[in-house]
């Protein structure tokens, strides 16, 4: 498994974020933000997925559970309104589902969690 995190988030402002925290932890990244991109992406097995739920043009779902099929790690965000959205995607693999907000403030912490990797101090990465 490479030290890839594909970013599959269609806003690029916050698409920017999150490769700039990824990055932060040591992590190559790649934008998929198509099918297409996400099937390439998820043929190289990553480490991690973090995927928008709310990502017009891409079936979250589709890429979780493909992720899943390739042993990739799953951090999948979305509004805090939507509960059933969260469940659903846990539901469909992902190994956490969070509202957008807490990716904001904890998205290094999240990462860490996930993927085993060690974060130096909460807050202090790109997005905290």
């Known amino acids: 498994m490479s030290k890839l995190a594909v970013?599959?988030?269609p806003?690029?402002?916050?698409q920017?974020?999150?490769e700039a925290a990824a990055r932060a932890l040591g992590f190559d990244t790649e934008v998929a933000d198509t099918p297409v991109s996400a099937r390439d992406a998820l043929a190289r097995r990553p480490a991690i997925v973090i995927v928008d739920l709310h990502a017009i043009g891409?079936?979250?779902e589709t890429v979780i559970r493909g992720a899943k099929a390739v042993g990739?790690?799953?951090l999948a965000f979305g509004r805090h309104t939507e509960a059933t959205t969260l469940r659903a995607a846990r539901q469909a693999g992902a190994d956490l589902a969070v509202a957008r907000s807490q990716l904001v403030e904890e998205l290094p912490e999240l990462i860490g969690?996930?993927?085993?990797e060690n974060v130096e101090a909460p807050g202090d990465g790109p997005m905290g």
Do not use: E, P
């Open 7 to 9: 970013i599959a988030v």
């Open 11 to 14: 806003d690029l402002m916050f």
């Open 16 to 18: 920017l974020r999150i």
């Open 58 to 60: 891409l079936d979250a």
């Open 72 to 74: 990739t790690a799953v």
């Open 113 to 116: 969690q996930i993927t085993g």
